[in-house]
């Protein structure tokens, strides 16, 4: 686990806490680190001065202003911009270095010829030499840039394949050309394709991209987020679901897509709501529990929250969901918006007489309920629709009489009787 810090605007200790924790959450351990570039700067200073020893990189003093009007007359003259190699000691000859402006420290990029590689993904790909300028490698506070970091870190660390999307094609050249420098053995280079949104555009925050932990907060179980972002952009025949350990074994360079991938939403939610279904009970309790927690919900007085899961996972494709619709069984306020015909009136009363009587369980409570019906003269839903209003004030709930059995007779008497005798 390599912690590439050197943005120092960007990488701050709550943007490495939430890839550690989002890491963690997922089941995607690391053996080694987390190494931070940040604490490894005399190292990238000592292979820079060897570079420049070989005769494979220089000092360069040249200023932000003047770099910037470089770039201004290559602009208008139709030219991509780029350094233009001023400061290489061949050129620089003769000339004094101002004595108040810290050098920074460029590779010497070859000008002739092209450099390339066979990518694992992409196949060969190749860039000529005179389409890249002399990199900084070292910035004159002494932190690499990113291209110098990487080759540095990628060789103490015996990395054997890069694989990175594919928005670091252009960097890989770069990168080559420090390793050749040093004399040193490439890894295989794997670039990938990005993710895309539903509309074809790179994903971001405009399409709904959060941080990892978002989803966590938001309901969805690790092992769903995996198995969605393992099947992005990569496929093993059919499968649609399977386990970390079965990615981790059937996992291939050779079927990663050459195409973008597409982030659906929609799909994340299906998939999570499969692994909802297959998820143990006791296992959801705990987590919808302290969903309900956070809401100020307690569900000491209420029935087993693993009964509440039993009944309601079917039906939801998130945590937060599930806590939505277990909320009914846990909190209640007694206001409901509906007028009651007579003939309906009556029939809840027949009801909540027999209720009192009969064993309190589901197919009791059901015989119960159909034989109001039958002697009321009414249809199921006159009389499960109000029912199910009056007991939890929504319209739409799991089977009426497995919600009444998991209130319990006490709550079920006493929330009819808060209606029939006050309406």
Known sequence: MRVEDTDL????????NAILEGMKWLGLDWDEGPFFQMQRLARYKQVAGQLIAWGHAYYDYM???????LRKEQLARGEKPRYDGRWRPERAKGKAPPKDRPPVIRFRTPEEGEVGWHDLVKGPIAFPNSELDDLVLLRADGVPTYNF???????????????????????TPRQIHIFNALQKKLPAFA??????????????????????????????????????????GWSHGDEEMFPKESFVSWFDLEHVSRSPAQFNPEKLAWLNQQYLKAAPDARLAHLVGDALKSRGIPVQNGPPLERVIALLKERASTIAQLADEATLFYRWTGEATIELEE??????????ARLATVPWNRAAINDAIKEVIKSSG???????MPLRLL??????????????????RETVLLRLAHHLETD
Do not use: C, F, W
Request: charged share 25%; aromatic share 2%; glycine share 8%.
């Open 149 to 171: 970091g990487v080759v540095v870190d990628d060789l103490d660390m015996d990395i054997t394949h890069v694989i990175r999307g594919d928005d670091h094609v252009n960097n």
């Open 9 to 16: 605007e960007r990488s701050t200790g709550e943007s490495v």
């Open 391 to 408: 007991l939890t004030g929504r319209a739409q709930t799991p089977s009426i009489d497995a919600v009444l059995e998991l209130l319990g």
């Open 191 to 232: 670039h990938v394709p990005m993710i895309l949104g539903a509309d074809g555009e790179r994903l971001s925050k405009r399409h709904g991209a959060v941080s990892v932990m978002q989803y966590r907060d938001d309901g969805y179980l690790p092992e769903a987020l995996v198995n969605y972002l393992a099947r992005l």
């Open 378 to 384: 009414l249809k199921l839903p006159q009389l499960a």
């Open 63 to 69: 200023s932000r202003e003047e770099l910037e009007a």
């Open 343 to 352: 003939n309906v009136s009556k029939a809840l009363r027949i009801l909540k």
